[in-house]
């Protein structure tokens, strides 16, 4: 009686389009989703190692993450945009990992999930030395000190899987499924207004609201928890370098843009601690830094620092560029999705807050992969204190005011692999 009910539910499956399978598992609880995510992947592993004559199971094309000004099309929200000839098919990019970010495992035959995230973590780009100087109160500072742009860090295939679980969400509000303040779509009034967010792990009030509440953390009010894919992402970014353990974060903030949809100057609320991290999805975009940034037309704004954010790209914001810059998302041109990661300030945690066990004691990797070192040269090297030198440094650490041409032209070579050389309160939405 059950082998006929199991033959009856694959028959059906198999009439039934993505979207209406999405649909099908909405309402499924946490554990049951887990529990049937791991039997497939258990399936699938066991599908390729009888399937596959060779040893590597390959799957191409894949997503590029690109440095070009040229702004990805539209893309629908479960789809994210793949290019044959971006360089990434064979080099490691495309390898999955048996981390709960991808339904599907990727990679040679037999080669530990070890090997192949040392890999993974050659590939990820890291710039760190951002930098545009201002003269606040009489000092002049480095406006944009401690942003840092992490890049493939998310490959097409988890991009995929990661946009797919915030679809699912979203219908999940528009249905009314999610605790009262998880969903919020406000009705779109003029261009670059109404952008969809979801709230996991607190509620944050954006501006003053009709119960006399002033912008921040409502600790009274109560949101669903983090789902475990976006747990997963954490753990990456723990374990990667890119997120500090002792800054861990305990709340998620998703932001869902439709064409033309933006964010407003500000400066991120201190219920929130430093630093915290973006993720941006679907598609590039710019993010526009600034003390002063101006409002050019509904949703258009300009500043002097513009940096792209290629799609599977983690922006951090820490010190000046955090604290001392404005920061504003102009309007998008096709769907884009950002999932932000901040942790809450001890004292501004929610009252029925709890410290997720699935997130204690998450440390980076021991090592990183180190850099290949140089065969040895009977000429001695230049000192790196010479005029040439510090020359070059400079033109390489400084931003002129025209940044954003200049960084949307960046090379990957700029972005050197890990191991390479290398206050107000705000008062609109979050990004």
């Given amino acids: 009686m059950a082998e006929d009910k199991q033959a009856s539910v694959f028959s059906l499956l198999q ?16 554990a ?21 004559p060779t040893s590597t199971v390959t799957k191409t094309p894949t997503n590029s993450v690109s440095w070009s000004s040229k702004v990805t099309p539209r893309a629908s929200p ?21 981390d709960g970010l991808s339904l599907e495992i990727i990679g040679p035959e037999g080669m530990p999930d070890a090997q192949k995230e040392r890999i993974r973590l050659s590939k990820v780009g890291r710039k760190k030395d951002f930098c545009h100087r201002e003269r606040i109160d009489g000092r002049l500072i480095n406006l944009v000190e401690g942003l840092e742009l992490h890049t493939n860090v998310f490959n097409a295939e ?17 249905k009314n499924q999610l605790l009262a303040r998880t969903y919020s779509e406000p009705r779109k009034w003029m261009r670059g207004k109404g952008r969809a967010t979801i709230q996991f792990g607190c509620c944050y009030n954006y501006a003053a609201d009709k119960n006399g509440n002033p912008p921040g953390i409502l600790q009274e009010e109560e949101v669903d928890p983090m789902p475990p894919l976006l747990k997963n992402m954490i753990r990456r970014l723990v374990r990667w370098h890119i997120l500090p353990p002792t800054c861990l974060p305990n709340s998620c903030i998703v932001n869902i843009y439709d064409d033309g949809d933006c964010i407003p100057p500000h400066i991120d609320h201190h219920d929130f601690v430093r630093p915290f991290c973006t993720v941006s999805f679907l598609t590039e975009s710019n993010i526009v830094f600034g003390h002063n940034l101006k409002i050019v037309a509904p949703g258009e704004f300009s500043g002097p620092v ?22 504003c998302i102009p309007s998008v041109r096709g769907k884009r999705i950002s999932i932000t990661f901040p942790k809450m300030a001890d004292d501004k945690l929610p009252h029925w807050y709890r410290p997720d066990r699935d997130l204690q004691g998450l440390k980076p990797l021991m090592s990183p992969v180190p850099a290949p070192r140089a065969p040895p ?7 790196s204190h010479s005029p040439a030198a510090l ?10 005011n025209n940044a954003g041409a200049n960084l949307s032209k960046l090379s990957l070579d700029e972005f050197p692999a890990l191991g390479g050389d290398n206050s107000s309160h705000r008062k609109h939405r979050k990004r």
Avoid: W
Wanted: include cysteine; proline fraction near 5%; hydrophobic fraction near 30%.
């Fill in 391 to 400: 020359s070059n440094s400079s033109k390489n650490r400084t931003v002129s």
């Fill in 377 to 383: 040269t009977p000429s001695p090297p230049q000192p």
């Fill in 32 to 52: 049951c989703l887990v529990r049937f995510e791991s039997r497939v992947r258990d399936v699938t592993q066991k599908k390729l190692k009888e399937s596959s």
């Fill in 15 to 30: 009439q039934l389009s993505i979207d209406e399978i999405h649909e099908v598992f909405e309402g499924f609880c946490d």
């Fill in 78 to 98: 479960l789809s994210v945009e793949r290019n044959s000839s971006n360089g990434d098919t064979g080099s490691g990019m495309e390898f999955t990992l048996n």
């Fill in 306 to 327: 513009s940096i792209p954010l290629p799609v599977g790209s983690v922006l951090i914001l820490n010190g000046n560029g955090a604290d001392v810059a404005k920061h």
């Fill in 158 to 174: 988890e991009q995929r899987k990661i946009v797919a679980c915030v679809t699912s969400y979203q219908k999940l509000g528009q």
